[in-house]
């Protein structure tokens, strides 16, 4: 085995500085190391495809949040499926497919110390593709349905909205939302995005604030107000919904990529008193909290996919490692239309 | 009756116009009324004592709010303990003490079809005195109860922190949250109301906004962060305390007087993010929800009363409801020392 590994290269990319607004080209590092057998309790992996994401811009800010930054010099972290070259750990044998942090690199090498933070687990490949399993079976998918389901707590003939619509969460979250008798209004940049949720993915309506009012959006397509809020942008939309929130409105805060390229402070949502007129709640999720409960979600939704009560769209971006920093970008512009994925290594 | 009753002039205070920023002399009408026989049904009650609330504000501004806005030209609304000088409703006899939203009069007739509304109920002033009924027994007292216990859900050994700590509801939900095992920490205006707090209300620290540096006083006195904050004032200080929240933390959004006169728009609380990286949860509350269960809250609290398990100060104010105007701005300034109240007649 170890003169199989011997001449292969790993390509990595590291975090250079730290980002002041968008990440820029002088924010990265490109590297290559050999790649070496694990150790005792360890695995080694081939990363196929990677999964690009907003939360990504946060890992490379200093300072406290719900996991520690990504430090200079570091390989840049990402969630990412790949398949095991070699195995020295009980339960993984080469040729396992696995998800997992797998960080922006050709190869990634989990020592045993590290296979629980790593949260490498075995996929089946049976349930979902390679992309599907970083997108509605994957880190995004879980996001969506715990914060929808736990935070939440959807009955039917609500109305749900979502923003971020067309993106990986959103359309999790929407698809189950409906299936759960919801009524479901996305909001998303560009007619093609607010087009394809609604006739794909049978939301009851999708709003494009690129190409009109918000405002006018929510009152046309919410007649019965806003019982749920899932926040993937924060800004001027959620203020927004603010004012046409329900009495006892849920608002899920799963992010705000609106603000995360901000080199002044954040925008706070001038409207929250709206949560005092209207009984309502504003509450945060992080999808770790919810890791002994992946299973029960990935089943569920499997399910739906198979059966074609769920679709899952993901935009592959090919090119391997080095595209990584160029791609990553597209997610702040909304170019990117469906869940952003960087193929590193054909499945 | 009706000959005892001709002679007596109702005063009142009307809503003349509506403020911008803090209200002025202009914004109020003085005038004067015969005082009328209640019909069939009705209640005739006369005025001892009204409440000043911050909420009174949010009243006088147009706009969908959780209660509708004083119209022009109508009684300023206000809730009071009176006695009923003549009934003709069921329940109701001469020489009963009652609270309800008796308005900014002497005299308040309430017809049988707004007994309802008007939240009228017998008050037992071996429970409480006449003040008490307006303080912890009353809106301000309930409204801290519930906000505490409901929302926030405090275990012993949990850190409480609480803006507008010497204020009425601020005093009710320190207490309430003592009895309860937990640390709590005041946010008040002024050494003297900081010292009242710690030494008369047994809260554990009290932190003088005016004197020094919320942020410090926080590091300094929740050493183990913060699981509950109990906000009445937004602004600034709700900024600095989401920087100090643990994880799963409630904010209980009561009010936010620092913005209830703003001629620009309210402040957003900028470092909301801090929910999602928290998982922690901001939440509104209304007081008339828990309408059903005052019964319980005042069950206990007039038994810490009288056991002097529990303080309760009020700053009464005399002058009759001439003086209305004048002493509704001490709340803003934050002139008032406990739950301001103006005294209207001799109990």
């Known amino acids: 085995m170890a003169s199989t590994l011997a001449h292969l290269v790993n390509h990595q990319v590291r975090l250079a500085a730290r980002p002041s607004g968008l990440p820029v080209a002088g924010d990265w590092q490109f590297t290559e190391e050999p790649v070496a057998e694990p150790a005792e309790g360890g695995v080694l992996v081939k990363t196929l495809a990677l999964s690009l994401d907003p939360a990504m811009r946060g890992w490379m800010n200093e300072g406290k949040s719900y996991i520690a930054p990504v430090g200079i010099g570091e390989v840049m972290r990402a969630g990412g499926v790949g398949v095991v070259v070699a195995s020295k750990a009980p339960g993984f ?5 696995v998800s997992g942090t797998l960080g922006v690199q050709e190869y990634c090498l989990v020592p045993a110390e590290q296979l629980r933070r790593s949260g490498l ?3 089946d490949l049976r349930l979902g593709t390679v992309t599907q399993w970083l997108n509605v079976l994957g880190m995004p998918g879980m996001t969506g349905y715990f914060g929808l389901m736990d935070v939440g707590q959807p009955k039917a003939g609500e109305t749900v909205v979502i923003s ?10 929407g698809q ?16 093609a995005k607010c087009d394809w949720v609604v006739q794909e993915l049978g939301f009851d309506a999708c709003i494009d604030y690129k190409g009109g009012s918000v405002k006018d959006g929510l009152k046309q397509h919410c007649p019965n107000g806003i019982d749920i809020y899932f926040d993937n942008v924060g800004g001027e939309i959620l203020d927004t919904v603010l004012t046409r929130i329900n009495r006892k409105a849920r608002i899920i805060i799963c992010g705000a ?5 901000n080199t002044t402070p954040v925008q706070g949502p001038k409207n929250y008193l709206s949560l ?8 945060g999720i992080v999808v770790f909290d ?14 739906h996919l198979q059966a074609g009560r769920m679709k899952s769209k993901e935009d592959v971006v090919t090119g391997g490692v080095a595209a ?3 791609t990553l970008g597209k997610l702040f512009t909304g170019e990117n239309f469906g869940k952003l994925v960087l193929q590193v290594a054909e499945a």
Chains 1, 2 share one sequence.
């Open 164 to 173: 971020g619509a067309a993106g990986a969460v959103g359309q999790t979250v």
């Open 276 to 283: 005092l007129v209207n009984r309502a709640r504003m509450e």
């Open 257 to 261: 990529i609106s603000q995360y390229n």
């Open 176 to 191: 189950i939302a409906k299936l759960r008798g919801c009524r479901v209004v996305g909001i998303a940049g560009g007619q």
């Open 324 to 326: 990584f920093p160029g």
């Open 121 to 123: 687990a075995k996929i």
């Open 93 to 97: 044998a080469a040729g396992d497919h």
């Open 290 to 303: 919810y890791a002994d409960r992946y299973h029960l979600a990935i089943a569920e939704m499997a399910g």
